[in-house]
Nanobody, 120 residues
Framework: VQLQASGGGLVQPGGSLRLSCAAS????????MAWYRQAPGKQRDLVAS???????DYADSVKGRFTISRDIAKNTVHLQMNTLKPGDTAVYYC???????????????WGQGTLVTVSS
């Protein structure tokens, strides 16, 4: 299994970024995927998840601003981030998981991380 994340960078508050994660070595259409983030000195937290049936879920802090989606043909999951805030600054990781009763559960497969910095 390989997960290759991209799309991070420096953006001003209120701006937008789109992260992508290309997956290989899995049957993407039946996989659950998610994005986590880890700010300096803090634990890694779940940001958004998408299950094999397309169900999505978000952390309260990003609801209404972030959108997770997937392109099955390209084995890629995206995270569209709008109205970014300084508090969104973190390293973002994509993750492969599975679902239990429509709840996302992570497996120990991670992308390499991509840094998002929100600053003026």
């Amino acid at each position: 299994v390989q997960l290759q994340a991209s799309g991070g960078g420096l953006v001003q508050p209120g701006g937008s970024l789109r992260l992508s994660c290309a997956a290989s070595g899995i049957t993407f259409s039946i996989s659950a995927m998610a994005w986590y983030r880890q700010a300096p000195g803090k634990q890694r937290d779940l940001v958004a998840s998408i299950l094999s049936g397309g169900q999505t879920d978000y952390a309260d802090s990003v609801k209404g601003r972030f959108t997770i989606s997937r392109d099955i043909a390209k084995n890629t999951v995206h995270l569209q981030m709008n109205t970014l805030k300084p508090g969104d600054t973190a390293v973002y990781y994509c993750n492969l998981g599975y679902s239990v009763r429509y709840q996302y559960r992570s497996l120990d497969y991670w992308g390499q991380g991509t840094l998002v910095t929100v600053s003026s």
